[in-house]
């Protein structure tokens, strides 16, 4: 299995961290494929995973099955990221889709 480019896996949930700066250890983490369908095996194959507890994955108002917002913020996370080593055209040919905003990619240009 491939790492997380993301998120080491070692107890806390990738939101609860990212979104609260909660750092407890969970007993039990779900791993979430940030491109779910088509592009399952393709995260999976990147490192474009992480982990989450069961109320940010599924059981809750704020789970990223049920919450686009949140969502979106693990899929422009894992852009970022996988950015940091990569093109944006080969963002673009593995996943087909930019979930950043184009001033923000304009910006990172710049640097």
């Given amino acids: 299995m491939t790492r997380s480019i993301l998120h080491r896996k070692d107890g806390t949930c990738y939101l609860c961290v990212r979104l609260g700066g909660d750092y407890r250890i969970h007993r039990q983490l779900e791993k979430h494929h940030v491109f779910p369908g088509k592009n399952?095996?393709?995260?999976?194959?990147?490192?474009?995973?992480?982990?989450?507890?069961?109320?940010?994955?599924?059981?809750?108002?704020?789970?990223?099955?049920?919450?686009?917002?949140?969502?979106?913020?693990?899929?422009?996370?894992?852009?970022?990221e996988?950015?940091?080593?990569?093109?944006?055209?080969?963002?673009?040919?593995?996943?087909?889709?930019?979930?950043?905003?184009e001033d923000e990619q304009d910006s990172i240009e710049r640097l």
Avoid: F, P
């Fill in 40 to 80: 399952r095996m393709v995260s999976d194959r990147n490192g474009l995973i992480v982990w989450l507890c069961h109320e940010h994955h599924r059981s809750s108002a704020a789970a990223v099955h049920v919450c686009h917002g949140n969502m979106l913020i693990i899929q422009q996370d894992a852009q970022r």
């Fill in 82 to 101: 996988y950015e940091k080593t990569h093109t944006r055209q080969q963002w673009m040919e593995l996943i087909g889709k930019n979930y950043l905003e």
